[in-house]
């Protein structure tokens, strides 16, 4: 388990620094550009991510499993064949989203909001550039480059957007908006595609890149519906709160509520850490059919994710009450409670460990998507109706309660179609040596559908 150890820690400093970068930049357009015009940037930037994570088709996540497990059969044009397929149809889908959502927001134009529609249009650029500069990282982890494929997303794209604000705000003496602050969010994300190309190329094998290319198209899209369903679940129940303010037509809560949402996410540097190593190495267990060694991984990576996430939100609210008062004002005390129940709900998350990705390395996305959506849905939809009557506080509590649920019933599912332990249970003496039978275990990936 060294390499997951040597992994996590490069991931996890990376993402430290990435995180920082990440709420400086949002900080700083806080106090640029008010709490109401980041409320609208934030609400905007969640619908453009969700748009992305479409038009990436899966293929950030399942890239990491069906490169491991072609690595490990040596079928190298099967390698070579799902990069290329993942990098052209993405960019032809995200093309496709890019322009058809400028249009339509041309044509209501003039009956959106101020703000609203130039900040749209910018951010329709968004959807192919970071679709593929994901696409791009993953090619980089699958191969064995966790810290060459998390530079470009995390700390280039982040750091770079602080520049761009900062420098925004001078050059424009302090007229800058949530267009602008688009526009700085999009010239970042180039930046980082660019990177990313550049690593990608390079990180590629010489007999993977010299392979005449292979398809396995039906095994590729059987993986899509559901990953991509994954994906955009995942972030539905992140910008959740955000989403359901501004719908409601309270972009300054929503602004407040994203500003502290983006706090939570330090708490949740532990479990990212360890899955940038993580899901390789499970894909390459399952491949290998090693159950037990998958049990072994699975309770040191909870171990690492319980510990670090444990200390960081006890240490994030022994301050919570000073930085929001002095960050936000008066308006930042409304975020203080928020923020202790959005914490608890990411503590209790990280006890259970990284069960998706178990999942999914497994073959087993398409019930791990269907809990998700159907989790993301209830979720949104409670939380636009909780908004009217409970604000931030209620969304807050919402948001947590389905996060909650989301784990409990994954860690059901662990255990049933994989007969491993989840999270916490399998340090408990009770269960000692309680790895049972794979209920109607998932199939391998790559495999086609035989079960491992």
Known sequence: MSGLARGSATAFAIHATGAGLTYLSQLALVRLIGTASYGIYAYVLGIMTLLAYLAALGFDVSLLRFI?????????????????????????????????GALATAAWHGRSPSGHAGTFVIGFGLVPILALLWIRCAEVRAFGGVASALLPDRVVRDGLLLVAILLGSMLTHGQ????????????????????????????????????????AVATWRRTAVPLVTIAMAEVAM???????????????????????FSLTAIVILPR????????????????RSDRIGLQRLLNQATLWTILGATGI???????????????????????????????????????????LFLLTMSGNEALAATIMAVIAAMGLGVSVLAVPYYGLLGTAVVSAVALVGMNAAMAL??????????????????????????????????????TW
């Open 313 to 355: 939100a006890c240490a994030v609210l022994m301050v919570a009450r000073t930085l929001m008062l002095r960050w936000l004002g008066a308006d930042g005390l409304a975020g203080v409670p928020v923020l202790t129940v959005l914490l608890a709900g990411q503590v209790v998350a990280s006890s259970v460990g990284s069960q």
């Open 238 to 260: 992140n910008r959740t709160g955000t989403l359901a303010l501004a719908w409601a037509g309270r972009p300054s809560d929503a602004g407040i509520y994203a500003l502290v």
């Open 68 to 100: 491991p497990a072609y690595r490990s059969q040596q079928a190298w044009g099967l390698a070579r064949g799902v990069v290329r397929y993942a990098e052209r149809h993405s960019v032809r889908v995200g093309t496709a989203v890019a322009i058809a």
């Open 413 to 450: 599912l662990v255990w049933r179609r994989l007969g491993l332990l989840p999270g916490f249970v399998g340090f408990l003496p009770i269960w000692g040596r309680g790895i049972g039978p794979a209920r109607n275990a998932g199939a391998a990936p790559g495999s086609g559908g035989e």
């Open 176 to 215: 800058f908006g949530a267009p602008a602050a688009m526009t700085a969010t999009l010239v970042a994300a180039a930046a980082g595609l660019t990177l990313s190309s550049l690593i990608a190329r390079l990180s590629l094998p010489p007999c993977v890149a010299a392979a005449p290319p292979e398809r």
């Open 272 to 287: 990212i850490a360890v899955n940038a190593q993580f899901a390789p190495m499970v894909a390459d267990l399952v491949a």
